[in-house]
């Protein structure tokens, strides 16, 4: 693995007053109600040992971010974002290029959450646009009606969505993130940035299939230690996929980057995949330089 590469990780995540005092055991869902996402709590103390301890207070999180992902030459994070997000004035002042801004959608949410996207690509330069099939409360799949408008939305403001796929890991239903469902919107949305997170399994085969299938499908490795990187992920990267497989990891939700960059020595990447895996792909889904 290169040294000198300055990484894009597609998955961080700012700790906020939403979570509990155990840090990241409760996912909560963009619902439109604080009662709601309350009710709708999902523990995911199995999913993780060791979850990273940042040592700092909340209103400290964003610079202790920033010093472990100096440590180990990322250049920047793809964060989460919501009205309730209590750090807007460190991500968007003093460290605005640390951080790249994206936002959960709640399909649920209608017209009203179609013009809260737009408000966040004026108001915050949101990036990137994210998606908890599983999560989603009523729950709503991949190739839902109620995401046929976001993903219109995605394509006409040129924003990559980047969506659940595979068994989720928090104790929910699965139906909504079954790969199979991806097909239908990429056919649907050919222009669509659409890249999958948190593995896709079991249906990985099937994921390279689709990618090989649609130019603007692609994969990200969040939520994965690097030791369990799918082989087929890997396999697909160092031949006809070098240009579709991207880093995301999950600091400090599940994974310290210590671990990760720790483990990632052992990918057996090909060293032209390097380079692009850690950062060329990110940046051109992105539309960075």
């Not at 290169?2 to 700012?14: C, E, F, G, S, T």
């Amino acid at each position: 693995m290169p040294k000198d590469v300055r990484a894009i990780d597609l998955q961080m995540n700012v700790p906020t007053s939403e979570h509990n005092s155990e840090g990241y055991s409760v996912f909560a869902p963009l619902l439109r109600d604080r009662e709601s996402r309350e009710q709708y709590t999902m523990p995911a103390q199995h999913l993780f040992k060791q979850v990273p301890n940042l040592g700092a207070d909340k209103g400290d999180y964003v610079q202790a971010m920033v010093r472990e992902m100096d440590r180990f030459n990322i250049q920047c994070g793809l964060i989460g974002v919501s009205d309730r997000f209590e750090h807007f004035d460190l991500v968007k002042g003093a460290y605005a290029e640390r951080f790249i801004l994206a936002t959960q959608v709640d399909p649920n949410g209608g017209m009203d959450e179609l013009r809260r996207i737009r408000r966040f690509v004026a108001e915050h330069g949101i990036k990137a646009v994210t998606y908890f099939p599983a999560g989603s409360y009523p729950q709503v799949p991949i190739n839902g009606k109620e995401m046929y408008p976001v993903y219109a939305l995605c394509c006409e403001l040129d924003l990559p969505i980047l969506i659940n796929c595979g068994v989720p890991g928090p104790r929910l239903p699965m139906a909504t993130q079954k790969v199979e469902l991806i097909d239908e919107v990429c056919w649907f949305f050919p222009e669509l940035k659409f890249i999958m997170r948190h593995g896709a399994e079991p249906w990985v085969d099937l994921a390279v299939k689709l990618m090989l299938k649609y130019p603007n499908l692609y994969y990200c490795t969040s939520a994965f230690a690097p030791k369990y990187y799918p082989k087929a992920i890997i396999d697909f990267a160092n031949s006809r996929g070098a240009d579709k497989i991207m880093y995301a990891g999950y600091f400090p939700a599940g994974l310290s980057l210590e671990r990760i960059f720790g483990e990632l020595e052992n990918v057996p990447f090909n060293d032209d995949v390097w380079p692009k895996f850690l950062r060329g792909n990110a940046a051109g889904v992105l539309g960075m330089k």
